[in-house]
């Protein structure tokens, strides 16, 4: 390498970063490109979305094979790897990995394995293994670093009876039971994927109901599932110790004086920013009370040539936006025309069921507009629930009574993910609930929620 000095370094090569430096790259701009690990992709793709995703299809396919018994016997094996149930991932890491490095290669970004670290604001010392160490500096930097489990202190985390989101996956076998401690995302997800999988799995949470976030009529649908499918939720719960005994299980003890054994136990408190070693400080930079980097609307950090983006600097955490983040930041921090961001963003939490939620929820639209109304439509409403029996799910929309505009649209049922792209379309284009009446739908798909739901809107305002 010859280079020293670039336009832009960008820091971690996940989905933030990847599109950050091939945004400047297609601008002429010369790029250097950070990535600490051997493959590309980061925590997204080696220890979060694609082996969680994957992990979780074939988790799909065990519980409707067990569903369908009459169909087939089945049963797993009590001593089935956890490998053999993500087969398919080393293909998908391979050509991911190919193709990140062919579209790097195509807009000539530098691409430097390395670990980085500040020197000043536009100085970056790169250690390289076996190698000898670089200097480089560059007019703007952008930290797209990703996020680190968070770990409580009483939770002695040893990544073999207690582990974190990160090793969760480095299971040799299923076990056969597992407590979840957290009531968020990652902790609704994996508890429901080993659940499927045929683990007794306990969640353990502060607060009163999992996925808090989200309106109760969606979390309710959730816990019913849960319950339904043999898991025990244990919400309001303090713990106040947590240990593996040495002998056959992890023990957790609550305030309440319950103890609660497991096989196994997970811990999903959250992630904070992946700074260490970075040595963030000679850059004048600093992480939040949250753990994370503050950015402005531009995702300049107070640092005025430093940006980041992407799970370092906080929620929504979710690739897809982490992706648009990367390219933004890029875009601003080099002075090219970026259109205003969108605000509308979908999230998608990959449970079993699927939830999906995208503009405002009931609970946010109460407190913004005078008045509102709610439409629904249940799945066992539905042709294809019924066919596919996938009766426990709902699709909800909120409506702008003075205008009939759409707000938000919230899902919870299989196929959520997908089907929620109907409803950002809606409110991007700032359309009227008619609009779901008035359009043909495939018959039977679950698509039709959208008609059912808008029907019921404007019962209501008849």
């Not at 220890?47 to 016997?73: D, F, I, Y």
Request: aromatic share 4%; glycine share 8%.
């Amino acid at each position: 390498m010859n280079k020293q000095h670039f336009d832009l370094i960008v820091i971690g090569s996940g989905p933030a970063g990847q599109k950050a430096a091939i945004q400047a790259a297609s601008q002429n701009m010369s790029v250097a490109l950070i990535e600490r690990d051997k493959g590309l992709g980061g925590s997204c793709v080696y220890r979060g979305t694609v082996p969680s995703k994957t992990l979780r299809e074939n988790a799909l396919r065990v519980n409707n094979m067990r569903l369908n018994a009459q169909l087939a016997q089945f049963k797993l094996r009590e001593d089935t790897e956890l490998e053999t149930l993500i087969d398919r991932l080393n293909t998908v890491l391979t050509k991911h990995d190919t193709y990140m490095r062919k579209q790097i290669a195509r807009t000539h970004v530098e691409l430097i394995h390395g670990r980085a670290k500040f020197i000043s604001n536009t100085q970056l010392e790169i250690t390289r293994i076996q190698q000898d160490t670089l200097t480089l500096t560059a007019n703007h930097i952008i930290i797209a670093s990703g996020s680190h489990p968070r770990t409580p202190e009483n939770i002695p985390i040893d990544h073999e009876n207690l582990l974190d989101s990160d090793s969760i996956l480095s299971m040799m076998y299923i076990p056969k039971s597992l407590t979840v401690l957290g009531g968020g995302v990652i902790a609704s997800e994996y508890a429901t994927i080993f659940q499927a999988l045929g683990t007794k799995v306990t969640m353990i949470d502060k607060y009163p109901s999992p996925l808090g976030f989200l309106d109760d009529d969606l979390t309710a649908k959730f816990t019913d599932e849960f319950d339904r499918m043999g898991g025990t939720w244990l919400g309001e719960s303090n713990i106040t110790r947590c240990e593996w005994n040495g002998i056959d299980a992890v023990e957790v003890e609550l305030s309440c004086g319950k103890i609660v054994k497991s096989e196994k136990l997970l811990c999903a408190a959250g992630r904070i920013a992946n700074v260490d070693n970075l040595c963030i400080e000679n850059a004048g930079l600093s992480l939040s009370e949250r753990g994370i980097i503050e950015v402005d609307h531009n995702l300049k950090t107070k640092i005025d040539n430093i940006y980041a983006a992407g799970d370092v600097i906080g929620p929504p955490s979710l690739a897809s936006a982490s992706m648009e983040q990367g390219r933004r930041a890029s875009c601003n921090a080099l002075g090219l025309n970026c259109s205003l961001a969108s605000t509308v963003i979908p999230s998608g939490i990959y449970s079993i069921p699927e939830l999906s939620s995208v503009g405002l929820s009931e609970t946010q639209a109460r407190k913004e507009f005078d008045h509102i109304i709610i439409g629904k439509a249940d799945f066992d409403e539905i042709a294809r629930g019924q066919i596919s029996d996938v009766t426990n799910g709902l699709l909800k929309i909120v409506v702008n009574a003075h205008d009939k505009k759409v707000l938000g649209v919230m899902i919870v049922g299989e196929g959520a993910t997908e089907l929620i792209h109907i409803g950002q379309m809606a409110i991007i284009n700032h359309a009227n609930v008619d609009m779901f009446v008035e359009t043909t739908f495939n018959f039977p798909t679950f698509a039709e929620a959208y008609r059912v739901a808008a029907l019921d809107v404007i019962h209501q305002l008849a």
